[in-house]
């Protein structure tokens, strides 16, 4: 694979190389679309178009969003910052949390209408777009998602050797879980997954005491987003992948790769695009995890992000956009067009 394409050099590289028509994945937790997320859904999108239509190419990508319902509800393990490698699910997936509001039956019920909202508006200024919306859990009987997940139920290991040989992180022998089933009776994540054979999976649950031998495709699981990332890869032929700068720091660029060689060969025209990072007003990463989230003025950020060249943005104070909700949020978006002239 490619070198990776790092912040805005990178994005003006890559946009000199694409022909305008290629399949961009991009991923999401569905449980909120804080700044740092606007950064890597919206902002970098649009600023790639802009760069393609500077360059007399007009842009007519296809995003495929990933709506990463098979992810954790929350990151646990013996130090999930320190540890990042030796994680799994606080309670469940996000597939079956509860929707903090209570309007809908879960989190990404609530969240991906959001979304698609919000990704959608960089039609407005680039109208040939496309845009694809898919959630993990509807990939869960494709045949390269299947044998890679029953993989990592079966053999973690093999999984942990990758992220030690390739990230600069520490990975503890323990525990090395990166995927597991969700209780069908009390849609908990702690107790034990058996593969049993290649037709019988077998679930003995820590919380319930519910034990439950049945086929793959009976069962709901959570799975950790690295390996699920070659999965997904395989089935949709990306030709690009963009993501935080966090997942670069993870050494995701090398883990991916070598994920993908074995288990899937090579994928030599994979590209990968990094984007900065967003600092929050604390001073430290924008995320949920960390309680420091914000909705952010679209507009404002992208013309920041235009000019900033480091793998990170600091969010000034006057950046901050004062709604109640996600829905309120996605209104600012629904007729934006940001105007501004070429360099």
């Not at 090395?176 to 209780?183: D, E, F, H, Q, V």
């Not at 054979?197 to 519910?210: F, G, L, N, P, V």
């Not at 890869?233 to 690009?240: G, Y």
Request: include cysteine; hydrophobic fraction near 35%.
């Amino acid at each position: 694979m490619e070198k990776p394409y790092l912040y805005l050099s990178g994005l003006k590289k890559l946009a000199k190389k694409v022909k305008g028509t290629e399949r961009i994945h991009i991923g999401i937790r569905p449980y909120g679309f804080h700044g740092g997320n606007a950064l890597s859904l919206f902002v970098y999108p649009y600023l790639l178009c802009k760069e393609l239509k500077r360059l007399g190419k007009e842009p007519r990508f296809t995003f495929f969003i990933s709506i990463n319902d098979f992810e954790q509800d929350e990151l646990d393990g013996p130090d999930y910052r320190r540890y990042p490698f030796n994680i799994y699910p606080k309670n469940t997936s996000l597939q079956h949390t509860p929707d903090e509001s209570g309007c809908c039956k879960n989190t990404v019920n609530h969240w991906q209408p959001i979304i698609e909202q919000i990704v959608s508006s960089l039609k407005n200024n680039y109208p040939k777009l496309k845009t694809k919306f898919i959630r993990n859990s509807s990939l869960k009987n494709k045949k390269h998602f299947k044998k890679l997940l029953i993989d990592t139920l079966k053999n973690p290991n093999n999984q942990a050797e990758i992220f030690k040989k390739y990230s600069d992180k520490e990975v503890l022998d323990s525990p090395i879980r990166y995927a597991g089933i969700i209780c069908p009776e009390c849609k908990k994540s702690h107790g034990v997954t058996t593969v049993m054979s290649s037709k019988k999976i077998q679930w003995e649950c820590a919380t319930c005491d519910c034990t439950i031998e049945r086929p793959y495709e009976y069962f709901s699981y959570w799975w950790y987003h690295k390996p699920m990332f070659a999965a997904r890869m395989r089935i949709f032929d990306m030709d690009i992948a963009m993501s935080g700068a966090d997942h670069y720091n993870e050494g995701d660029y090398n883990i991916r790769a070598h994920l993908f060689k074995k288990y899937f060969k090579n994928h030599p025209r994979l590209i990968m695009m990094f984007c900065p990072i967003l600092m929050a007003r604390d001073g430290q990463k924008m995320s949920k995890s960390r309680h420091n989230e914000e909705f952010v003025k679209i507009k404002e950020l992208t013309l920041l992000a235009e000019k900033t060249k480091a793998g990170f943005i600091i969010l000034p104070d006057e950046l901050i956009e004062n709604v109640k909700n996600g829905r309120e949020y996605a209104l600012t978006f629904k007729k934006i067009k940001i105007k501004q002239k070429n360099k």
